[in-house]
């Protein structure tokens, strides 16, 4: 078995160095994992990768733009089916994978682990001792949230799988994958905590926990930093620790803490 690494040229705030796009190499198969987003050169590197070998599947492991959008293309050109979650924009699957669902390459068996959090059609796959991530854990950065509930269950789920190495969809993999993920549930509860004690200390909106907790955020990341708060004011709201209108929520939307007895 080998993995290579193709890096999407696809640098930004949220990408990292850029995409990678893995090739899972077994015997004479290999499959592509996370093709990336539409880029002709990437399209070009992938095919020059692949080589002569016979491609058995090209997989995303979620809708997002930086991931999914090249794999229908790439697909058609390697003649074979695309799978991921769900459809997404510019991404149609041929093979919707839940939860344990397996995909072949060589003697390879790559399991779905369905990880909802930075995207609800979020999906981690696992190989033997390895992980391939996605978003859902990156190399090193603090993941966006859709739904921070969701997000910690699925930290909890990968923790329990006890892999060794993680293949992130952006920046380095690690063989320290442990550490890597204990060290992001504690940096999440610790942000908690900080929200709490942020509002216990007086803020009082969106925006004054964004400034308590998130000051060190630049200017060009603060909406995302309302965002981020405001994905962890709806956790907490659930977990009966606020009160917070999570439905229409924005940057002047209150927060209260919920009076523990
Ligand atoms: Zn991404």
């Known amino acids: 078995m ?12 949220y990408t990292g160095p850029g995409t990678n796009t893995y090739l899972i190499i077994d015997r004479d198969e290999v499959a592509v994992l996370d093709p990336g987003p539409v880029i002709d050169r990437h399209l070009l590197a992938i095919l020059d990768a692949v080589r002569a070998r016979t491609a058995t599947a090209v997989i995303a492991t979620h809708t997002h733009s930086d991931h999914a959008p090249l794999a229908n293309a790439l697909a058609a050109r390697l003649r074979v089916p695309v799978f991921g979650n769900r459809p997404g924009p510019g991404f149609e699957p041929d093979v919707l994978l839940a939860d344990g669902d397996t995909v072949g390459v060589g003697r390879l068996s790559l399991e779905a682990v369905h990880t909802p959090g930075h995207a609800a059609d979020h999906l981690c796959f696992r190989l033997s001792e390895r992980l391939f991530t996605g978003d859902h854990i990156m190399g090193g950065s603090t993941v966006v949230m859709e739904d921070a509930s ?16 993680i293949e992130p969809g952006h920046g380095d993999s690690t063989d320290d994958a442990g550490t890597v993920i204990a060290g992001y549930i504690e940096h999440r509860l610790a942000r908690e905590q900080e929200i709490l004690d942020a509002i216990g200390a007086g803020a009082r909106t969106v925006e004054d926990v964004v400034d308590a907790v998130y000051a060190f955020v630049p200017a060009d990341l603060q909406m995302a930093a309302v965002h981020q708060v405001t994905v962890q004011l709806s956790k907490l709201s659930a977990d009966e620790k606020v009160w917070f209108p999570a439905g229409a929520a924005g940057p002047s939307t209150m927060v209260e803490l919920i009076a523990r007895q």
């Open 2 to 13: 080998t993995i290579e690494r193709v890096l999407a040229p696809n640098p930004g705030v």
């Open 150 to 165: 969701a997000y910690l269950a699925s930290l909890y789920r990968v923790q329990d799988l006890g892999v060794e190495r």
